[in-house]
């Protein structure tokens, strides 16, 4: 089986909170998988592109990964970022499970006062 995965987080900041999510969903989906993904930048759409090897298919479908052939990983097009997702620890665990509390705007209370 040859079919690999890939999704684009986009560019800028969104790569950021996507990737949180994507690492949330390791934690839970593939805790044992050392690097279950890898993170590339498309040179010409300047897109940042996350490959899921055939072994990581269900982490990559629960992401909302599409299939797609083995990419052409020459370093021309597609320019590997080097990225390691964190080695799955007790700590990087209560990271990724822990609620995340945004507290509201001082002015936001005040509003609605």
């Known amino acids: ?38 993170l590339y930048m498309d ?21 909302g990964a599409m299939p797609c052939g083995q990419p052409h990983l020459n370093g021309v097009r597609l320019i590997d970022l080097e990225y390691r997702p964190l080695p799955f620890t007790l700590q990087s665990a209560q990271l990724f499970s822990s609620p995340r509390i945004h507290p509201q705007p001082r002015f936001y209370a005040e509003y609605r006062a």
């Open 1 to 38: 089986m040859n079919t690999w995965y890939s999704k684009s987080l986009g560019e800028g900041t969104a790569v950021y909170r996507r990737l949180r999510v994507l690492n949330e969903l390791r934690h839970h989906v593939c805790p044992d998988a050392s690097c279950p993904y890898s």
């Open 43 to 63: 040179a010409v759409s300047a897109e940042t592109l996350v490959l899921f090897d055939p072994e990581q298919s269900v982490l990559a479908t629960a992401f």
